[in-house]
C-alpha cells in the first residue's frame, strides 16, 4: 500500500494525502485549499499532482476550506467518486463550497479588471458557485462510529475531533495482501473543556498515524480566561475609547464561540449596552447548521440552553444580510462589535471594515485564531506600521488584541493528550502534516523525548510504502 503526501507538507494549508491500495482503489484523505499566498496560491491550487478522475473515495476530516475547498474543482475535472464525511461536514460543506464559489468568481472578475487594462486575456476562476452546487452530489454522510466498507478491502470508521462541528478522526483498517494496516488520520484536533462542542475522542489502535501540528511549539491560555479578556476588549473600545471592535473570524466554529460568549456575557448581564453584529451571511447560515446538530455540544452548553433557549441571539445582537447593510457600519458613528470573515483577514466582508478603521485609534482588532504567515492577518498582528487592504496602503493606528485560548486547534500539550490512547510501542510511524516546517521540528522533539519513535515530516509529494 502507498501513502504520498499531495499537500499541508511542511506548511499549514492544502490538505491533501493520497492512498492506493494493493489492488489500485484511490482514496484521498482530504481535498483542500492552498490558502494565504497570494498569486502562487493559485497556481498552487491548480497543481494537483493526481488525475481526479482516477479517484474513487474521498474521505473528508472536516469542512474548513483548507481540508475540502478542492472538491468542486477536482470534481470540474473529472472526478465522479463518493465523497464520506459526518452528516454536519456535509451540511457544512453544502453552504462553505457555494461559498467559496462565489469567492472565486468575484475575485476572478476584479483580477481580470487589472489584466485588460495591462492587455492581457483574462484568465478563468478556479471553479464557480455552479461547480459547488454539482459536486455535492457525490456525499454521502456517514455518522461518528458507523463502519463503512469499500470495495472489500477498507473499513471506514469517523471518530470526534472536536475541532469544528461535525470534525473527525479518520480511522482505516485496509487488507493488504494477509496484512491488515491501522491507519488514523488526525485531520484538525481539538480543544479541551470548550465551550460548545464535546471534547476530542479517544480513537482505536493504529500502526500508522497521520497527525496534524499547527500549535506544536505553543501552549494556549485557559479557555476559562477568554470570556473574560473578550469582555475587556468590549469594555476598553466600546465603552472608554467609544470606537469600534472589529473580530475578524472564521465563519465556522469560532464565530459561534465568540457570539456564544457574547451571549453569556449579555446573560450575565455584564455587556455593556451596546450592539454587535454578526456581518457574515457565512456565519449566519452555519450557525444556523450549528442548532441543528445538538449531538456535538457537550453537557455545558446543553445544561445552558435549559435557561437560555437559544445561546447564539440576544436582544442587541444583530445578524447582517445584505451588502447594504454591511456599508452602513462602516459610516456607523456609535460604539459596536463587528464579529466578520474572514479570520486570516484575507477576503469577505472584515477587509472593508479594515479598510474603514484600521487608521482610527479607537478601533480595536481583536484577532482570535491562527493566521498564516503571509496573509493580511499576520501582517497586521505582527505589528507592521502599514498594510496593502485592496491595493491601497493604510496606517495601521488601531490596537491590536490577540485571544489565543479560542483557537479550535489543540496545543502541542492538548494533542500529545490526544494521542495518549495509543500504545507507543504498536505505532510504527508518525506523520507530521499541517504545520509550519519549525514548528513541527519542535513538535517532533517534543513527541520524541516523551517516548514516541519514528517521527517523519514529509516532504511534498513524498510517497512512502506501508
Keep these: 500500500m502507498k501513502l504520498q503526501f499531495m499537500g499541508a507538507t511542511r506548511e499549514v494549508t492544502g490538505s491533501k494525502h493520497l492512498i492506493t491500495t494493493k489492488h489500485g482503489?484511490?482514496?484521498?484523505?482530504?481535498?483542500?485549499?492552498?490558502?494565504?499566498?497570494?498569486?502562487?496560491?493559485?497556481?498552487?491550487?491548480?497543481?494537483?499532482?493526481?488525475?481526479?478522475?482516477?479517484?474513487?473515495?474521498?474521505?473528508?476530516?472536516?469542512?474548513?476550506?483548507?481540508?475540502?475547498?478542492?472538491?468542486?474543482?477536482?470534481?470540474?475535472?473529472?472526478?465522479?467518486?463518493?465523497?464520506?464525511?459526518?452528516?454536519?461536514?456535509?451540511?457544512?460543506?453544502?453552504?462553505?463550497?457555494?461559498?467559496?464559489?462565489?469567492?472565486?468568481?468575484?475575485?476572478t472578475q476584479t483580477f481580470n479588471k487589472k489584466r485588460?487594462?495591462?492587455?492581457?486575456?483574462?484568465?478563468?476562476?478556479?471553479y464557480d458557485e455552479q461547480d459547488a452546487q454539482a459536486c455535492m452530489s457525490c456525499f454521502i454522510s456517514v455518522p461518528y462510529h458507523k463502519k463503512f466498507n469499500i470495495e472489500g478491502e477498507v473499513t471506514v470508521e469517523f471518530f470526534d475531533a472536536g475541532h469544528i462541528l461535525g470534525s473527525a478522526l479518520v480511522y482505516l483498517e485496509i487488507k493488504?495482501?494477509?496484512?491488515?494496516?491501522?491507519?488514523?488520520?488526525?485531520?484538525?484536533?481539538?480543544?479541551?473543556?470548550?465551550?460548545?462542542?464535546?471534547?476530542?475522542?479517544?480513537?482505536?489502535?493504529?500502526?500508522?498515524?497521520?497527525?496534524?501540528?499547527?500549535?506544536?511549539?505553543?501552549l494556549h491560555e485557559s479557555m476559562e480566561s477568554a470570556e473574560q479578556e473578550l469582555l475587556m476588549a468590549v469594555l476598553d473600545t466600546c465603552t472608554k475609547k467609544k470606537g469600534k471592535l472589529i473580530i475578524p473570524s472564521f465563519a465556522i466554529g469560532r464565530a459561534q464561540e465568540i457570539i456564544y460568549a457574547l451571549d453569556r456575557l449579555e446573560h450575565s448581564k455584564l455587556l455593556p449596552d451596546i450592539d454587535v453584529f454578526v456581518d457574515s451571511p457565512l456565519s449566519i447560515s452555519a450557525t444556523d447548521i450549528m442548532r441543528l446538530h445538538t449531538e456535538c455540544f457537550n453537557d455545558a452548553i446543553a445544561e445552558y440552553c435549559q435557561t437560555d433557549p437559544d445561546p447564539f441571539g440576544f436582544n442587541r445582537l444583530h445578524y447582517i444580510h445584505t451588502v447594504m447593510e454591511s456599508k452602513q457600519l462602516n459610516v456607523r458613528h456609535k460604539p459596536c462589535v463587528i464579529i466578520a470573515a474572514s479570520g486570516m483577514m484575507e477576503a469577505g466582508r472584515v477587509k472593508h471594515h479594515l479598510a474603514n478603521h484600521i487608521d482610527n485609534p479607537a478601533t480595536t482588532v481583536l484577532c482570535v485564531g491562527y493566521c498564516e504567515p503571509s496573509t493580511l492577518g499576520a501582517k497586521i498582528m505582527r505589528g507592521d506600521e502599514e498594510v496593502s487592504i485592496f491595493g491601497q496602503r493604510h496606517k495601521v493606528r488601531a490596537e491590536l488584541r490577540r485571544i489565543d485560548s479560542l483557537s479550535g486547534h489543540g496545543d502541542y500539550r492538548e494533542m500529545m493528550r490526544y494521542i495518549s490512547c495509543q500504545d507507543k510501542k504498536k505505532v510504527k510511524r508518525i506523520f507530521l502534516v499541517h504545520g509550519e516546517e519549525e514548528t513541527q521540528q519542535h513538535f517532533a522533539e517534543t513527541l520524541g523525548k516523551d517516548g514516541w519513535k519514528n517521527i517523519s515530516i514529509p516532504q511534498f509529494r513524498e510517497e512512502v510504502e506501508l
Design 176 to 218: 493488504d495482501g494477509r496484512r491488515k494496516i491501522r491507519l488514523g488520520f488526525t485531520g484538525d484536533i481539538g480543544r479541551y473543556d470548550k465551550q460548545i462542542l464535546k471534547d476530542p475522542e479517544p480513537f482505536p489502535q493504529v500502526d500508522y498515524l497521520i497527525m496534524e501540528s499547527t500549535y506544536g511549539d505553543r
Design 116 to 126: 485588460k487594462a495591462q492587455g492581457l486575456e483574462p484568465v478563468e476562476p478556479i
Design 25 to 107: 482503489v484511490k482514496i484521498l484523505l482530504d481535498c483542500g485549499m492552498y490558502q494565504g499566498k497570494g498569486l502562487e496560491t493559485d497556481a498552487m491550487n491548480r497543481d494537483l499532482g493526481f488525475d481526479p478522475q482516477e479517484i474513487d473515495y474521498l474521505i473528508l476530516s472536516h469542512a474548513h476550506i483548507d481540508h475540502s475547498g478542492l472538491i468542486p474543482f477536482i470534481y470540474k475535472n473529472g472526478f465522479r467518486g463518493t465523497v464520506l464525511c459526518t452528516p454536519a461536514t456535509r451540511d457544512l460543506c453544502a453552504i462553505m463550497l457555494a461559498d467559496a464559489g462565489r469567492i472565486q468568481e468575484q475575485d
